[in-house]
């Protein structure tokens, strides 16, 4: 079974730009959940998809958002990016919503705000 | 508001002896707790769990010990190899809400 895919795996944006990170999730698999990793932070979860709906978010401002599309893809975005948002983007997939299960990590996309 | 939190960012183990990395928590609603392991450019991957009824789980060379009046979890590993040199997450969660993460534990196993 093919893992979590996550598209690009490296980036580079400059301030006031947006950003869109891709993630396929393995098959079979309906909840996509997103991540921030930034030295010193660990990792901070920022929303998760079941079923194309949001079920939980985190603590993040609004400029970052995602959907998930019905085949269980899933995009996030982050809008008018600053330099705080330097980070390893993870993807994590699991079977079922809630966090019931244990989660499956992409190899993260390595953004760079300059 | 770090609510997992591992205070040592990095240990050092000789090969074939004890690993321990330790990981602490502050919310009691916790009732899952897990250890990812993760290589360099690579996604963390699920290493063991414990739920909060036990107090211990073994797979192999892991084990976890969780003490719920202390918040306190860890992770044995025994004997370590070198293999094992990885950064160690450990995440506890809610039911239903979400799975909060501390900063890693980067170990190097020493040949």
């Known amino acids: 079974k093919a893992g979590v895919t996550q598209t690009p795996r490296y980036l580079i944006k400059t301030r006031g730009q947006q950003v869109t990170l891709s993630c396929s999730p393995i098959s079979g698999h309906r909840s996509v959940s997103w991540y921030q990793q930034t030295p010193g932070q660990g990792l901070q979860f920022l929303f998760e998809?079941?079923?194309?709906?949001?079920?939980n978010k985190g603590n993040f401002p609004g400029r970052f958002s995602g959907r998930q599309f019905s085949n269980s893809r899933s995009e996030m975005n982050v809008s008018t990016l600053e330099l705080g948002d330097s980070a390893l983007y993870l993807c994590?997939?699991?079977?079922?919503?809630?966090?019931?299960?244990?989660?499956?990590f992409g190899p993260g996309t390595r953004l760079t705000v300059t | 508001d770090q609510q997992v939190k591992q205070n040592s960012p990095s240990l050092s183990v000789q090969e074939g002896r004890i690993s321990i990395l330790n990981c602490d928590y502050t919310?009691?609603?916790?009732?899952?707790f897990l250890w990812y392991k993760k290589y360099p450019a690579e996604g963390p991957t699920f290493l063991i769990s414990i739920s909060s009824i036990k107090d211990k789980n073994e797979d192999g060379r892991f084990t976890v010990f969780l003490n719920k009046s202390a918040k306190h979890l860890s992770l044995h590993i025994v004997p370590s190899q070198p293999g094992d040199s990885a950064v160690y997450f450990c995440a506890a969660r809610i039911t239903g809400n979400q799975f909060y993460f501390g900063t890693g534990t980067s170990l190097t196993v020493i040949p």
């Open positions: 994590a997939s699991s079977p079922g919503a809630g966090f019931t299960y244990e989660q499956y």
């Open positions: 998809y079941f079923s194309e709906t949001q079920r």
């Open positions: 919310n009691s609603m916790f009732d899952y």
